[in-house]
């Protein structure tokens, strides 16, 4: 059996370190905001290239808290891409704002900057374009157009721990950018957890006092907070996993790479356009034989997955918002997307028995 992701091979690897840095921890009983949590802080953000980082409960917390701390309202607009995991409009959603959606780009699934720049409106406050399976957007594009309308850029990094946009680590270049620790993220924690990076002194203050209660002082309340902080448990954990991110996504580069030299000619293989690094959190293909491809992995017990079979403008949820919004490219993918095992542990024999089960279902 291949799965999606190996969880216990990576611990097994890492079993000593991460046993001592757990252990530690634990005796050290500082388990609510402790010495962990403030140095993973100091240490993502200088790998990041952040001059801010705040710990918080989950990837979700991190996009609600970087909203509110960006001064969303209800009656908001934000814009967004409808090709993601739906926390990314949750956060919005919670500060009682609206997400906009507008279509994605074929080759990257990243949301397109002109699109953007055409859904704006009096009310549009903010943008929050999705890393989608760690492919940076075009972020470029993207800070240009939000300095031009006054626009705060809110970047949803879930899925980029150590994705690079032009030298820049993605999360460094919004005025917000917000991370996802979930177990099986490129940077995963053994629970949820998350991360909120932000440029100003101002904005981390916001931050911290939105994670504890809305509390800067113990028993003193300056604004409605959240009780949202990363566990200590978690962040040591993750300042272990931290110290060996290059590695894992190199390795995960590797696992892409090989795919895309033996599907290349079968399916359409992810894109990379030269500008970013892409670090793979997902290995995404697409294929009009959608259901051969998972019918033959099946039955050889390869796990396989739809990452995202229902676009976010047709969930029922946004259906009286979205009633009559068509975006055929988001829809098109969603149609024929495919994401394959990915791990950095998954060693070339897999990889190829993959591949292998694919050009055996498409013969």
Do not use: W
Request: glycine share 8%.
């Amino acid at each position: 059996m291949i799965p999606m992701v190996d969880l216990k091979t990576q611990y097994h690897a890492l079993k000593q370190e991460i046993d001592t840095a757990v252990l530690d921890a634990l005796e050290s009983t500082q388990f609510i905001l402790g010495p962990n949590v403030t140095n993973l802080e100091k240490e993502t953000a200088a790998y990041l290239g952040s001059p801010h980082a705040i710990g918080v409960a989950s990837g979700t917390d991190a996009l609600h808290l970087a909203v509110l701390a960006a001064g969303i309202k209800p009656g908001d607009e934000v814009i967004t891409t409808p090709f993601t995991f739906i926390a990314t409009a949750e956060a919005i959603c919670y500060a009682g704002a609206t997400p906009v959606f507008v279509d994605v780009d074929p080759q990257s699934f990243n949301i397109v900057p002109e699109l953007i720049e055409q859904a704006i409106t009096a009310r549009t406050k903010a943008v929050i374009p999705v890393h989608l399976f760690g492919q940076p957007a075009d972020l470029a594009a993207i800070a240009d157009i939000c300095q031009r309308h006054k626009l705060t850029l809110i970047e949803d990094c879930a899925q980029s721990f150590g994705a690079a946009f032009s030298g820049k680590m993605t999360g460094s270049i919004g005025a917000f950018g917000c991370f996802s620790f979930f177990p099986s993220k490129n940077l995963g924690g053994y629970g949820d957890g998350g991360l909120v990076t932000t440029a100003t002194a101002e904005g981390a203050e916001i931050l911290k006092m939105l994670r504890n209660h809305g509390s800067k002082v113990r028993y003193h309340h300056d604004v409605i907070g959240f009780n949202s902080r990363l566990d200590d448990l978690q962040a040591a954990i993750l300042r272990v996993k931290l110290r060996h991110i290059d590695r894992f996504n190199q390795e995960r580069r590797r696992v892409a790479h090989r795919y895309s030299e033996g599907l290349k000619d079968v399916v359409t293989v992810p894109f990379e356009d030269g500008k970013g690094l892409h670090v793979y959190h997902q290995y995404t293909l697409l294929s009009d034989r959608r259901d051969q491809i998972m019918a033959a992995l099946t039955e050889q017990q390869i796990a396989c997955a739809i990452y995202y079979p229902i676009p976010l403008h047709q969930q029922k949820v946004f259906a009286a918002q979205c009633q009559g919004l068509a975006l055929p490219v988001t829809e098109s993918i969603a149609a024929r997307c495919l994401s394959l095992p990915i791990y950095p542990e998954m060693v070339n024999e897999q990889v190829d028995q993959v591949i292998a089960a694919i050009r055996g279902a498409l013969s």
